[in-house]
């Protein structure tokens, strides 16, 4: 799902603890993580600052979608990290 505010479905979700395996896959990597397939046993590593999809959207290309769109929406729909209301006030 992509993010559009901390409260949306996922957000509400994720506050319940319900028990969900949260996967979130920023387009590009804030840190050095691990996905791991439970059934097939495969696991892809992303350093920091890989971008999920290269031949979609390289490091040009998301760089321009941030400038044109601005770092809070780029946060939300790509990073999926939406940015606090309070944050949206200042």
């Given amino acids: 799902m992509q993010r ?3 409260q949306d ?3 509400y979700i994720l ?3 319900l028990g969900y395996t949260h996967l979130c896959l920023p387009a590009v990597a804030e840190q050095k993580t691990i996905v791991s ?3 097939s046993s ?3 590593v992303r350093e920091e600052g890989d971008i999920l999809n ?3 959207f390289d490091d040009k290309a998301l ?3 941030k400038k044109s769109m601005g770092s809070m929406q780029f946060s939300g729909q790509y990073q999926q990290s939406p940015a ?3 944050y949206w006030q200042r």
């Fill in 4 to 6: 559009l505010h901390e």
């Fill in 63 to 65: 760089e321009g979608i």
């Fill in 37 to 39: 397939f439970p059934i």
């Fill in 84 to 86: 606090h209301e309070s």
């Fill in 54 to 56: 290269p031949q979609r």
């Fill in 42 to 44: 495969r696991e892809i």
């Fill in 15 to 17: 506050e319940q603890d």
């Fill in 9 to 11: 479905l996922t957000g």
